[in-house]
């Protein structure tokens, strides 16, 4: 559908249910998701959950935080994967390394048209940008040290030292193969990921339960918004 046409059905829906709406999840295209998202805001959504990417450029991004702040809505980005790792954000990592491999053909249907549309960093890299931030800090720098259509490769900068380096790769030749190295002054560790539902049903747990206590969440719209805009 249009932009216009999802905005005249969303509207239509919370004009008809405003009262008995208190959440919204918007899982559609990336390209929509800022528009719903005011819309939802603006009929008083309590809580505010935008899958990933938060969209595919930060045209009206800056506007979307301010309304949220307005609202005092509880709002989060998609981030499954940091429950998937299980490792807790710590100051003490000095440098981390993040591989995520996967041919194309195991994603959905239409998945190669989706991610080549603008590649395969804001499209799925977006979650190895997102776990960098959560583990390192603030991201102060970001340089690209390869780039096609099904392949990119990062050099990412972190207030107060941090390094990280991220490989994002779906071509079709390549083995599927998901790991996080966390190296610290004395040490590493190696982490393979549970991509189970369980770290799903973490996340949400983790939504809801912010929502009912009117608390920030791990991944607030402004977090989701400083991972999209690097």
Known sequence: SSPSRISMDIT???DLRTKAINIAFICTPSESHVEIARLCLEAGVRGLFVEKPLSLSMDGIPELLALAEKTGAVTMGACNMRWAYGIEPGS???????LDQRPLSQWRNGAVESYRSHGVLLES???LLDLAAHNAGTITDCRIEGYNDDCVHLHVAHRGGAESSILADWCEQSRTNRTMRLVSLTGHCDVTPDTSDAMYVSEMEHFLSCVEKGELTCNPLSNAAHVLEW
């Open 125 to 127: 890299g977006v979650h």
């Open 12 to 14: 239509a829906l919370l």
């Open 92 to 98: 003490s990592w000095r440098f981390l390394s993040l």
